[in-house]
């Protein structure tokens, strides 16, 4: 895609849909209109910027603790650094090894978003952590949701505690690792035969006659562990029923508190993304009422930068994490850098805050007061500066859509990338 056409996105087409939504975003809530209407019933108009700026980093403020439970050799820490965009090598790392290294609780932060905490936890039924005193050493309650990881099969105390965990109201999910060693052995032994999909199904039917006696509904989730293979097996399937099951209270903190590892997450993303466009397109249209020198363009500009910065780092488009994804999957970042400026130009995505203002300036010219009162949430309010609320929701919108394709983009770079690097694998065995 050459400028023109970019330009043409941003300045000329009318709104478009997200790819991974359809255009079926929940917008703003009965219960958030009636809290922004109170606060406007008892202060007036005066301060609404600032009450609904603030809601934007509420997601900060919930403390998530995952629980991740197996027996020595499962391969918990190999999984908690996966989940976490960590190898082994890494700083911060879980500790990896042949040998049970867990002792005691031991909790791993999520490296961009410490709100995130992983623990990994000593196995039931070790002489230290008998079944008769588990749930208080490890400190039952601390958990929102629990992780039962698994090398072959599902051993009794891991039912035993799967059990506890349901009825106690609180989630879990059965994982079983190490799925790729699995299938190159099964390769190995039989290449002439060797069905990837039938191997999957043995082994995720052989794990289901264990778990469906204790959870009739249990599904079991076949993964490898292994960061370089996140795209693959069920790891997606796994996130994306993480974050649907997860408390209702603490879900959107959840989804804004993991890097995007796959389409499911990125989809959960940029629907949690769309539903802050008219928190801050709200704010700045409150800005809009009360004369602010500064405000030139009758909306905060300062706001809607940061924000694009932010869908920037949600979606997985920063610097850092496009050199993570080249180092893991021999990516050149030459290659990178082409996929992304046919979808986002680097020029404005390197200068995003300059990009956003400037598009914000020439909406502003060519917007009409009406063209956007649609979007505005408050009808009937104090809030009345359509004009002002449609060139934030406009930019913010599209910035985010486009941002979207970029990194649906990358994503399919990575799928194809991995999937040849398989193939190259096992062409090379096929030849010893």
């Known amino acids: 895609m050459n400028f023109s056409d970019f330009e ?45 700026s603030q809601r934007l980093n509420v997601w900060k403020e919930h403390p998530l603790d995952i629980a991740v439970v197996g027996s020595s050799g499962v391969g918990k820490s190999t999984f908690i650094n996966c989940f976490r965009g960590l190898e082994a090598e890494d700083n911060g790392s879980a500790d990896v090894g042949i040998v049970e290294t867990t002792n005691e609780p031991r909790a791993y932060e999520h490296p961009d978003f410490p709100n995130l905490k992983i623990w990994d936890l000593p196995g039931v039924g070790t002489p230290n952590y008998p079944r008769s005193c588990y749930l208080e050493k490890i400190q039952f309650e601390r958990y929102d949701f629990f992780f039962i990881l698994c090398r072959t099969r599902f051993t009794e105390n891991d039912l035993w505690l799967a059990s506890e965990v349901k009825t106690k109201n609180k989630r879990f999910l059965f994982i079983r690792t190490n799925i790729d060693s699995d299938l190159h052995n099964e390769y190995e032994d039989h290449p002439s035969t060797y069905n990837e999909d039938e191997v999957l199904q043995h082994i995720r039917n052989n794990c289901l006659e264990h778990i469906r006696p ?5 599904e079991v989730f076949l993964i490898s562990g292994h960061l370089k293979n996140r795209l693959r097996f069920d790891f997606g399937k796994l996130t994306e029923t993480l974050v649907r099951d997860y408390p209702s209270l603490k879900r959107e903190s959840m989804i804004l508190s993991m890097s995007v590892t796959c389409k499911e997450i990125l989809i959960a993303k940029v629907a949690a993304l769309h539903r802050r466009i008219w928190i801050i397109a709200s704010a700045s249209a409150a800005v809009a009422v009360v004369p602010v020198p500064f405000l030139s363009l009758g909306f905060d500009a300062t706001l809607v930068m940061s924000e694009v910065e932010f869908y920037k780092k949600q979606l997985g488009l920063d610097q850092d994490a496009l050199l993570k994804l080249s180092q893991v999957y021999q990516i050149p970042m030459q290659r990178i850098e082409k996929e992304l400026n046919e979808i986002f130009p680097l020029q404005h995505l390197n200068s995003l805050r300059k990009f956003a203002f400037d598009f914000a300036k020439k909406q502003a010219i060519r917007a009409a007061p009406g063209e956007f009162a649609r979007y505005v949430p408050y009808v009937g309010t104090a809030i009345v500066s359509t004009l002002s609320f449609g060139v934030c929701y406009g930019v913010l919108y599209k910035i985010l859509i486009r941002m979207e394709q970029a990194s649906l983009k990358i994503i399919d770079v990575v799928i194809d990338v991995s999937n040849r690097m398989i193939q190259e694998e096992q062409q090379r065995q096929a030849l010893i």
Not at 15 to 43: K, L, M, P
Not at 214 to 218: G, K, L, M, Y
């Open 8 to 52: 043409q996105f941003f300045y000329r087409e009318p709104f478009v849909e997200s790819i991974t939504t359809g255009g079926n975003f929940q917008y703003i809530t009965d219960e958030e209109v009636r809290g922004a209407e109170a606060f406007i019933h008892r202060n007036g108009v005066n301060g609404l910027d600032t009450y609904l």
């Open 214 to 218: 204790i959870d009739s509904t249990a």
